[in-house]
């Protein structure tokens, strides 16, 4: 069963729209983390929140902010007046309990959302 | 800063070649990573090394080895590569006691096509 999902395969929006990008991800335990990382295309994988499932605090980081809502299973991200330097790919992932061989913890990746931001 | 870096961007083998990717990271962390990343089908833990000479299975080990001779290097090996390998491929790398559970830093990957 797919435990992150990223209904959004691509979006596009013109330079400063606002745009959301949804996640919703599924688990059974009580303790786990998500996060979100930036893919440009120069292809390196960018870390940019990770939150507890004890923190369901909105969280905003200059034109970035991040909605999580246990009630929902959801953690989206909006990016506020975007820029064409926001255009990449974007990664929810999952981290839960559950021994895979890497550690005590399991790393689910969604399938990642592209967002082109037009000039 | 914080570096992850993979040796080569561009590979092209051929079906059955031993194919070496290389991942160094100057940052001292213990873990470190190999994913595989695919259209449609996100990334995918390949192996992960939580010191040298440690070695774990990720989701897909299949078809791959790895080696950690060195803190700061982490190979990845296709003893003989198959077109189904074709794809692009990740290092990353994080502190002892992070793990899966922690912020990971990448490298900027390696697109390997297998003729």
């Known amino acids: 069963a797919q435990k992150v999902t990223q209904a959004q395969t691509e979006i596009s929006v013109v330079e400063k729209e606002d745009v959301t990008l949804d996640c919703v991800y599924e688990?059974?335990?009580?303790?786990?983390?998500l996060f979100w990382y930036k893919q440009p295309p120069s292809g390196e994988l960018v870390f940019l929140i990770r939150?507890?499932?004890?923190?369901?605090q909105n969280e905003i980081s200059g034109r970035y902010s991040w909605n999580f809502q246990k009630s929902t299973s959801s953690f989206n991200f909006t990016i506020t007046a975007s820029q064409v330097v926001d255009s990449a790919v974007y990664f929810c992932?999952?981290?839960?309990?559950?021994?895979?061989?890497?550690?005590?913890?399991?790393?689910?990746f969604g399938k990642g959302t592209k967002l082109s931001v037009i000039p | 800063d914080v570096k992850v870096t993979q040796s080569s961007r561009y590979l092209v083998k051929r079906t059955g070649e031993k194919v070496f990717l290389e991942c160094v990271q100057d940052?001292?962390?213990?873990?470190m990573f190999w994913y595989r990343q695919d259209p449609g089908l996100g990334l995918r833990l390949i192996y992960f090394?939580?010191?040298?000479?440690m070695k774990e299975k990720g989701d897909i080990p299949e078809g791959y080895s790895v080696s950690r001779e060195k803190k700061e290097r982490f190979s990845l090996i296709l003893e003989s590569a198959s077109t189904n390998q074709t794809s692009m491929y990740l290092c990353?790398?994080?502190?002892w006691g992070q793990g899966l559970a922690g912020e990971l830093f990448f490298g900027e990957g390696s697109r390997l096509t297998v003729l």
């Open positions: 992932a999952l981290s839960e309990a559950g021994y895979s061989g890497a550690g005590s913890y399991q790393l689910t």
């Open positions: 990353a790398s994080n502190p």
């Open positions: 939150r507890n499932s004890f923190d369901e």
């Open positions: 090394s939580y010191d040298v000479k």
């Open positions: 688990t059974r335990d009580t303790t786990y983390y």
């Open positions: 940052m001292d962390h213990e873990n």
